[in-house]
């Protein structure tokens, strides 16, 4: 039986490094993934721990979180802690040591196994799409590196941007121009359809009904999502329809799930009737103005203002987003 072992922080886990795993995985019978990391680093190691064995359920995947020494020049005692180190994570005789640099070669003279340099960067192919994926590179722009990204790390950067404000203050257009130039998915608004196929006053099961689908419609869109997700709206817009229609703001639409900044739209559009609007007066559009920011506010959520007409509106909020 042949026994693998490497190591790495995998901060965060990216295409080089599956490529190195899984070709390593194929030359043995058992390989061992050792996650590192420090309690300061700039992505949990619980959570990349957590990914790693999602993404290797055939490899037996550790995690080791103290503070111990990094380079060999940190210390005198390097080489026996992390000896001791990879003895605890690989009790077993190490028949291949995987590495994808040449930190690898001394790596296995310390802790035993035969090195095994998989993957470009040891030939220095730096400029490869994948043996060049760097995990600092990754960090400083996800966006740029998304196709190679395996889905949990596209989760953790995915932002969803969510157009909240009172009626006929320009969402739905404003999320359309949006998504026309940065390429972002749009979740639409299912309130809208609710209403538009029922046609009947809303009671409290309608609005709950019509958060939970709203929380729904965007869990389901963040699977084919890029690094931006826009929605129409979500249950904190719906929990500022409950206290507008019936002076109640549910617990459970307070709750759901949050986005990651909210573009609170100003009253300052004219008000059109679509058919499905409620509020045609001034005294009413301002009182639902100041619930859906006050929401907003009570929530927690960051948010940016976005006030003006056309491009003045779009320009406002495309530099909310820093897109």
Excluded at 19 to 29: G, P
Excluded at 187 to 204: F, I, M, Q, T, W
Excluded at 222 to 244: I, N, Q, R, S, V
Aim: aromatic residues 8%.
């Amino acid at each position: 039986m042949k026994r693998g072992f490497l190591l790495g922080k995998f901060m965060p886990p990216h295409a080089g490094h599956l490529a190195l795993i899984r070709a390593a995985r194929a030359l043995v019978d058992e390989l061992t993934v050792l996650v590192c990391w420090l309690p300061d680093d700039p992505v949990a190691g619980e959570t990349r721990l957590q990914w790693m064995r999602n993404l290797c359920p055939d490899c037996r995947v550790v995690g080791h979180g103290a503070v111990v020494p990094q380079a060999p020049g940190d210390s005198a005692d390097f080489w026996p802690v992390w000896r001791d180190i990879v003895a605890a994570a690989h009790p077993e005789p190490i028949d291949y040591l995987f590495a994808g640099e040449a930190y690898g070669a001394e790596l296995a003279r310390q802790v035993g196994g035969f090195f095994v340099p998989l993957g470009g960067r040891v030939l220095g192919l730096t400029d490869d799409p994948v043996a060049g994926l760097s995990s600092s590179a990754v960090r400083a722009d996800p966006a740029a590196h998304w196709p190679w990204l395996p889905r949990p790390v596209r989760a953790h950067y995915r932002r969803t941007i969510c157009l909240h404000g009172a009626e006929s203050t320009g969402k739905t257009t404003l999320a359309a121009a949006l998504a026309q130039e940065t390429g972002a998915l749009t979740v639409g608004e299912y309130g809208r359809s609710h209403c538009e196929a029922h046609r009947a006053p809303l009671a409290l099961d309608d609005l709950l009904l019509i958060g939970r689908a709203q929380t729904a419609m965007i869990a389901a869109a963040g699977e084919w999502a890029g690094p931006l997700l826009l929605a129409d709206t979500d249950a904190l817009m719906t929990a500022a329809w409950c206290e507008m229609l019936l002076g109640t703001r549910p617990a459970e639409l307070m709750q759901a799930p949050k986005a990651d900044l909210y573009l609170l739209l100003q009253p300052d559009l004219p008000w059109v009737d679509d058919g499905t609007r409620f509020f045609s007066q001034a005294a009413d559009r301002h009182r639902f103005a100041a619930i859906v920011e006050q929401v907003l506010v009570d929530a927690g959520v960051p948010l940016v203002r976005i006030a003006g007409q056309g491009p003045e509106r779009l320009a406002a909020a495309r530099a909310a987003m820093g897109v």
